[in-house]
T-cell receptor, first 114, second 113 residues
Framework: GAVVSQHPSRVICKSGTSVKIECRSL??????MFWYRQFPKQSLMLMAT?????????EQGVEKDKFLINHASLTLSTLTVTSAHPEDSSFYIC??????????FGAGTRLSVL | DAKTTQPPSMDCAEGRAANLPCNHS???????VYWYRQIHSQGPQYIIH???NNETNEMASLIITEDRKSSTLILPHATLRDTAVYYC??????????????FGTGTKLQVIP
């Protein structure tokens, strides 16, 4: 299957700092990528849809000014958690959609905010 | 997208077939059935998908009932590495438009030695 690379896999930061997470589709172009968040023992929750060359579409309740999404190319989307706080600690996962409409997922980024 | 219902957990003996059911009684004619799994602390992994015919690949088989209101994912010879949460998702399959995968609670499959 297609490969989606997510970096970093783990990040620890101080409260108030910003963290950028990268999501790359390695062997296909993706006009649409997605960002999810997962808390312990819960299912994945869709945060936003990232569309290449246009603004992201955020799900209800997700603060667009706190979770900045940029999809500048057909193979790269980034999620920046701005002014991170301990409650933002979570497992963040990206996915990219192929032309055949299958979503492939990255390995996830575990964010810990101290 | 149609809602799906899965049992919260299942056990399967190693080497035996694991049969994971999914109900999707409100599925529409143009909606596909997708299966993903998530091994602990990893991103979800695509397994298989289908519209109305049974499908098979190197990982699993997907059996969809004739009325399409339910389906079963079959792992023919379960191994300990198949222990994961399995998600059944129904959504429109064409590539046009805004398509997103939303996850329910899935079935936690425990493969037992």
């Amino acid at each position: 299957g297609a490969v989606v690379s997510q970096h970093p896999s783990r990040v620890i930061c101080k409260s108030g700092t910003s963290v950028k997470i990268e999501c790359r589709s390695l062997d296909f172009q993706a006009t649409t990528m997605f960002w999810y968040r997962q808390f312990p023992k819960q299912s994945l929750m869709l945060m936003a849809t990232s569309n290449e060359g246009s603004k992201a579409t955020y799900e209800q309740g997700v603060e667009k000014d706190k979770f900045l999404i940029n999809h500048a190319s057909l193979t790269l989307s980034t999620l920046t958690v701005t002014s991170a706080h301990p409650e933002d600690s979570s497992f963040y996962i990206c996915s990219a959609r192929t032309s055949g409409n299958i979503q492939y997922f990255g390995a996830g980024t575990r964010l810990s905010v101290l | 997208d149609a809602k799906t219902t899965q049992p919260p957990s299942m056990d399967c003996a190693e080497g035996r077939a694991a049969n994971l059911p999914c109900n999707h009684s409100t599925i529409s004619g143009n909606e596909y059935v997708y299966w993903y799994r998530q091994i602990h602390s990893q991103g979800p992994q695509y397994i298989i998908h289908g519209l109305k015919n049974n499908e098979t690949n190197e990982m699993a088989s997907l059996i969809i009932t004739e009325d399409r209101k339910s389906s079963t994912l079959i792992l023919p010879h379960a191994t300990l590495r198949d222990t994961a949460v399995y998600y059944c998702i129904v959504r429109v399959g064409n590539s046009g438009g805004y398509q997103k995968v939303t996850f329910g609670t899935g079935t936690k499959l425990q493969v037992i030695p």
